[in-house]
């Protein structure tokens, strides 16, 4: 199985951008879509953006398309998701995770999808 480990979280201006990395190790990340979702106090883990196994297609959620973007490098073992833009209401846990079977569009959106998860990088934004 797949173990993920995300970094690059920390604490930034409205407006500014960040990018998450989320290593993987054990397995190969060409086997897997990977999906990031974020947690804000007291709230639940929602939807972020997603990259099929492939990379050829990705998905994100309304409140940040446009401002984020997601990709995965197979060479370097590594999926990314680029913070652009940022807003205070941005501020959360990031959490990335992987998933090997083939699911629709709707089911790439949901916690459920997802065998493996990170353990979260904080991103916080100040207005």
């Known amino acids: 199985q797949v173990q993920l480990v995300e970094s690059g979280g920390r604490l930034v201006q409205a407006g500014g951008s960040l990018r998450l990395s989320c290593a993987a190790s054990?397995?190969?990340?060409?086997?897997?879509?990977v999906g990031w979702f974020r947690q804000a106090p007291g709230q639940e883990r929602d939807f972020v953006a997603a990259?099929?196994?492939?990379?050829?297609?990705?998905y994100y959620a309304d409140s940040v398309k446009g401002r984020f973007s997601i990709s995965k490098d197979d060479a370097k073992n590594t999926g990314y998701l680029q913070l652009n833009g940022l807003r205070p209401e941005d501020t959360a846990v990031y959490y990335c995770?992987?998933?090997?079977?083939?699911?629709?569009?709707?089911?790439?959106?949901?916690?459920?999808?997802?065998?493996?998860w990170g353990q979260g990088t904080q991103v916080t934004v100040s207005s």
């Open positions: 990259i099929s196994r492939s990379g050829k297609t990705t």
């Open positions: 995770a992987a998933d090997p079977l083939p699911r629709t569009p709707s089911e790439r959106h949901t916690l459920r999808a997802y065998d493996y």
């Open positions: 054990g397995r190969t990340l060409s086997d897997y879509a």
